[in-house]
């Protein structure tokens, strides 16, 4: 049955673009390599054949200048589809990002907007070392009229692009490109999955464990270490959070453990934890302080080993968790 297929994270990512492509021809692609060779991680390997060069836009090394023209194509009536090679070179555009994309639809009234997502591969894993495997998703979810999205699966990924894609605002779509080959059961046919809606994986009254993108998978692993029943929420989407969903959970568990791979200061365990603090009944609730696994403050060394012991493995999760239940 095809509701009950495995595909990959990539493979999804795939699916969503070219449904979306399909089904409404406003959408396009822009990006470095996106044509014949699929895109720096062959994630859209195979949509040129059937999209042609007309629909997927070959652009030269320029992010500034190719995230320029992809606002422009928003503003006159495209859904333009970005593919960053890597998220580190998001800092390149900034100023479209940041002072354009995000602020057109409030500088107008709402007069227009921008239908922008943008796609891009960050985190560590690949010895791709500093100034490629970074993971900056925090630094988006500051910045007002930008949606950021943070897909730990393959289902999840394909549900969530389609919904950003279909959104009339800026979306920033960050993928961990260590989960590119990891497979889930993904349905064939379209769906969508509201974006700033958490997913409640496992479900306990012990423990709250918040997470996202690629530290998902690792907590899970580590649930099984544990007897008593801890609830873990995938966040998502970052910005806008689902604080509802957190709320409720720390107010029946009692205990908060935020793990993310960005490095903690000012990463979005920190807004997390600020959030449930400045809840008088959520903070009430809490029997011990509010703990975060998160990467260290450095940047993401070349060595593997020391990569390795740059961000955070299932047993600095375990160690937590164990912690918080003794």
Not at 277 to 289: G, I, R, V
């Amino acid at each position: 049955m095809s509701d009950m297929r495995e595909i990959t994270y990539a493979q999804a990512i795939r699916e969503a673009i070219a449904s979306e492509m399909r089904r409404d021809e406003s959408v396009i692609l822009l990006g470095e390599d996106i044509g014949v060779y699929g895109g720096s991680f062959h994630v859209l390997e195979g949509l040129f054949d059937e999209f042609g060069c007309e629909r997927m836009l070959e652009t030269p090394i320029a992010e500034e200048g190719f995230t320029g023209v992809a606002i422009g194509a928003a503003l006159t009536g495209s859904r333009p589809i970005v593919e960053f090679m890597f998220s580190d070179f998001l800092a390149v555009a900034m100023d479209q990002i940041v002072n354009q994309a995000a602020k057109y639809r409030f500088m107008f009234g709402g007069v227009g907007s921008v239908p922008l997502v943008i796609r891009t591969p960050g985190g560590s894993g690949t010895g791709a070392a500093a100034q490629h495997s970074q993971s900056l998703e925090a630094w988006f979810t500051h910045i007002p009229g930008l949606k950021v999205v943070a897909p730990s699966n393959g289902y999840d990924a394909k549900g969530l692009l389609i919904s950003a894609i279909r959104d009339p605002n800026p979306v920033l779509f960050f993928e961990q490109k260590t989960l590119y080959p990891s497979k889930s059961v993904v349905p064939e046919e379209s769906y969508a999955i509201p974006l700033g809606e958490a997913h409640i994986l496992s479900e306990g009254d012990e423990l709250t464990i918040v997470s996202y993108g690629r530290m998902v998978g690792m907590v899970l692993e580590c649930l099984s270490f544990f007897p008593r029943k801890i609830e873990l929420i995938d966040l998502r989407t970052l910005s806008p959070l689902d604080m509802a969903t957190v709320h409720a959970s720390v107010r029946k568990t009692g205990g908060l453990l935020i793990v993310h791979e960005a490095v903690k200061n000012g990463g979005i365990g920190a807004e997390v934890s600020a959030r449930v603090a400045e809840d008088q009944e959520t903070f009430n609730s809490l029997k011990s302080p509010i703990r975060r696994v998160c990467g260290k403050d450095v940047p993401i060394p070349f060595a593997k080993k020391l990569e390795a012991a740059a961000v955070p493995n299932e047993e600095d999760i375990r160690k937590a968790i164990a912690e918080f239940l003794q």
